[in-house]
Structures are given as C-alpha cells and as structure tokens.
C-alpha cells in the first residue's frame, strides 16, 4: 500500500507561479499528476518516471510546467509557470503499484486577478 501526501497549491495571480508537492511512503515506477474542473473529467496533467526520470506533459502545459522527482524520499514536484485561468482545478498526485491505483488527496489551484 501507498500514501500520498500532497501540498502546495492556493490563489495566485494570471502569469503567477505556484509549486505542488507529493510525498509517496514507498518507491513506485512512476507518479503523476492529474486535474478536475468542475463539470470536466479528471485529465492527466504530467507524469514523471522514476527510472530514467523520463516526463510526457498534457499539450496546454507544455512549456509552463515541469514535473520532477526526488527517488532519496520519494517526493514529486510540479512547478507552474505562467498561470493561466484555465489552469484553475484540484490538483491530484498519482501512482499505482500491484495493479492498485493511489491517489493523494486534492489541491485546489485558483488562477485569478
């Protein structure tokens, strides 16, 4: 079994920055993060590999966020540059291990003026 622990998060400015952070209780292939708006599916955001730290991002965020890993403790980052409304959503981190599914638990991501 994993836990997951996320934080960061919070309101920020269009053109704003903003970094979220997942904690994980055990070594997993790979993390991700996801988002939901309300009224939209869950959508993959990025995802990081642990072995080789290969990372695949969602076209819309190309370029403005960057996900990485620490593998010592387990952490994973998403730094978030350029903020735009759209980016507004709860922020999930994500791994699986066994066949299982682990989710942390929400961030909420604000962009506004």
């Known amino acids: 079994q994993v836990q997951l622990v996320a934080s960061g998060g919070g309101l920020v400015q269009p053109g704003g920055s903003l970094r979220l952070s997942c904690a994980a209780s055990?070594?997993?292939?790979?993390m991700s993060w996801y988002r939901q708006s309300p009224g939209k599916e869950r959508e993959l955001v990025a995802t990081v590999n642990s072995v080789g730290g290969g990372t695949n991002y969602k076209d819309s965020v190309k370029g403005r966020f960057t996900i990485s890993k620490n593998n010592a403790n387990n952490t994973m980052w998403l730094q978030m540059n350029d903020l735009k409304p759209e980016d507004t959503a709860v922020y999930y981190c994500?791994?699986?291990?066994?066949?299982?599914?682990?989710w942390g638990q929400g961030i909420q991501v604000t962009v506004s003026s």
């Open positions: 055990a070594f997993t292939l790979e």
């Open positions: 994500h791994t699986f291990m066994n066949g299982q599914d682990y």
